[in-house]
C-alpha cells in the first residue's frame, strides 16, 4: 500500500474514490497492474480493454481496441464488442458494432476473417440486441453508399459507430493515421471491461489530456452508479 498506484487502486475497490487517473509520471504497466489484481473484470467480461473516441468535423465514431490486446481471440473480440457498446452508450452514442476485416460478409475466407466471423456470432449471442456486422470492411461498415453495394440489408452497414479492429495492429495505425491525416480529436484510451473506472495517461500528457480524462473517468463513475 505504500505505492501510489495500490494505494489509489484501493480507495476505488472501497468507494472512497468513485474513479483514478495515473501514468503522467508512471508507465501504463505500473497503473493497470494493480487494476487487474485488485478491482478486476466486470461479470461476464474477460478482458480488459480500450476505445478511443474519435471526434471527427461531423460525428464522434469509437475505435477499439488501439492500445491493450496485441492479437485478441474470438472472445476478447466479442469482450472488446460488447464492452465498447457499453462505453459508446455512456456518451451519447447509439452503438451500431462493425466487427472489421479485410473481407466483408462471406465473400472471403482464410484464418483471420474466419475469426472475426466467429466473434460476430458470439457477440449475437451474447448480446441480440445489440446490431453487429461482421466480417465487413471499414469502407462498407462507414459509407452509406459502400455499405449498400457489398452488404445490403444490413442495418450497421454504412451506418457503423462502433469499429472494432481484428488485432492492435489494424487498430493503432489506423486511430493514428484518422487522427494525424483527417484532423480528429482522438480522446483516449479509455479502459474498459474493469469493474471500477481507471484510466491510464501518456507519460507526454498534456494539462487537457488530463482534464479530458479526469471527465471521462468521472462519466464513467456516473454510468457505474444505481439508477
Known sequence: MTDVAYFGTMMVLLGLADGMVSGATHTTAHTIRPAFEVVKTRPGVSAVSSVFLMALADRVLVYGDCAVIPEPTVEQLADIAISSSATARLFGIEPRVAMLSYSTGES???????????????????????????PIQYDAAADPEV???????????????????????AGNTTYKAVQRSAGAVAIGPILQGLAKPINDLSRGALVRDIVNTIAITAIQAQGDEPA
Open 147 to 169: 455499405g449498400k453495394a457489398k452488404l445490403p440489408g444490413s442495418d450497421v452497414a454504412g451506418r457503423a459507430t462502433v469499429f472494432v479492429f481484428p488485432d492492435l495492429d
Open 108 to 134: 472471403g475466407t482464410g484464418t483471420e476473417v474466419d475469426r472475426v466471423r466467429a466473434a460476430t456470432a458470439l457477440v449475437r449471442q451474447r448480446a441480440p440486441e445489440l446490431p453487429v456486422a461482421g
